[in-house]
């Protein structure tokens, strides 16, 4: 079913090339998924993305930080108070190793993770926007609608003040 407006209609219900070009879209990708039924929601992630995810979701908690602090705040407390052996004395170049070893693996994991997360952010968003702007051309067909069953109304109620008008006038002439 097309739409066919005059230029007129679709500056006032502001409706462009690309916004009837965009419904027609929608509509066509709606008719396809009906026939085809439900899609499923996303391909299943492979070993690196769990991976990934674990690791980002690991060391982003407060869990990991209290534990990794606790850790430090003891190697640092052995290695101070330490008489005998100081398997790592002050300037804890041994921990500063630990520490940039865990960071320089740690920091591709949690890239990885954000960057298919920011990809499935952007695909929400691009379906989230067509679907902003077919609910808006909806909403614009709606009005357009209202509007033509409100000029019916007032063509109606014309006539019958014009008819009424007609029967009074009859009735004064009598």
């Known amino acids: 079913m097309e739409i066919m407006m005059s ?20 509509r066509e990708v709606r008719r396809k998924q009906r026939a085809k039924g439900p899609e499923p929601d996303e391909p299943p992630l492979t070993p690196g993305q769990r991976i990934a995810d674990l690791v980002a979701a690991t060391m982003g908690s407060w869990r990991f930080i209290i534990v990794q602090t606790t850790i430090l705040l003891f190697w640092i407390a052995l290695n101070v108070a330490a008489y005998i052996q100081h398997w790592d004395p002050y300037p804890f170049i041994l921990l500063n190793l630990a520490l940039s070893f865990q960071a320089a693996y740690a920091a591709p994991f949690i890239m990885m993770s954000q960057n298919r997360q920011q990809d499935i952010d952007r695909l929400h968003a691009a379906a989230d ?46």
């Open 7 to 26: 230029n007129d209609d679709n500056q006032r219900h502001g409706l462009g090339k690309e916004e009837r070009a965009l419904l027609a879209k929608l």
């Open 129 to 174: 926007y067509r679907i902003n702007i077919k609910a808006e051309l909806e909403i614009e067909l709606l009005h357009q609608k209202l509007d033509e069953l409100r000029e019916k109304e007032v063509l109606s109620l014309t006539q019958a003040v014009e008819s009424l008008t007609a029967l009074l006038q009859k009735q004064d002439k009598n």
